[in-house]
């Protein structure tokens, strides 16, 4: 079965996020809402979002900052929704990095068929690659190659890893310190081929703990979190190639 494409809405006015949350739930999306930049922030560091929706006008971080931040960061689409319909409002948010631009009001099914163009154009999340990934990330001599997919232990010994046990280990080091949830590990690790993850997340887990060497009764690396999740407790370094 195809993944729900998970749509984040950034609004301000809890009426128009309500209104698009429900009318893209009956209609297949998973959706997420925040009522600011902060809340937005922290939705993308925990999910992964296949496209944003995003209000202009907004106190504090305005839409065209936070559409121009995350476009410096990702290329996660981003349709701008505003009040003010002039042309050179429009033409800014396009420079900014939108998309696509709506203007208020605007009938829910036209951003319904807006989300499905872009979302044809663009692909999933699990699709992309985040701008300036890091070629490896290392944790308590261990090393993770994200491009080669591979696992090299503080022996310098290649372990074998299978595609999900790898994507789940990647959402992990990515987010260091912060405790997710069981769906969260699944909507970030199971990509495009969810047959890998067929079995459960704590299945997974399980092994991943078992290849690093993490004892499942004390377990020191991936610690589960009594009614939350699990907890990637070391700190993790960032290698990027060096600039010729």
């Not at 261990?142 to 290649?158: F, G, K, N, S």
Request: aromatic share 4%.
């Amino acid at each position: 079965m195809d993944k729900q494409p998970h749509i984040l809405v950034v609004d301000d006015h809890s009426e128009i996020r309500e209104l698009i949350e429900r009318f893209l739930n009956d209609h297949g999306y998973r959706v997420t809402t925040a009522a600011d930049g902060a809340i937005m922030k922290r939705v993308l560091d925990d999910n992964a979002i296949d496209l944003v929706v995003l209000d202009l006008m907004m106190p504090g971080e305005d839409g065209l900052t936070l559409c121009r931040n995350l476009r410096a960061e990702s290329d996660i689409p981003v349709i701008m929704l505003t009040a003010m319909g002039e042309e050179t409002d429009r033409i800014v948010g396009l420079e900014m990095g939108a998309d696509d631009y709506l203007a208020k009001p605007f009938n829910p099914r036209e951003l319904l068929a807006r989300i499905k163009a872009i979302l044809r154009r663009a692909g999933s999340a699990h699709e992309r690659v985040p701008r300036e990934a890091p070629e490896q990330l290392e944790f308590l001599g261990w090393t993770l190659l994200p491009r080669a997919r591979e696992l090299i232990d503080p022996e310098q010994t290649l372990v074998p890893v299978s595609t999900a046990e790898f994507a789940l280990l990647m959402a992990f080091v990515s987010r260091s310190g912060r405790v997710l949830s069981r769906d969260q590990l699944l909507d970030l690790a199971r990509g495009r081929d969810s047959r890998a993850f067929d079995r459960s997340i704590d299945t997974l887990v399980s092994r991943l703990r078992r290849k690093l060497g993490d004892p499942p009764r004390n377990p020191q690396i991936i610690k589960t979190v009594r009614g939350g999740g699990y907890l990637f407790v070391p700190k993790v370094k960032h290698r990027h190639a060096p600039v010729a």
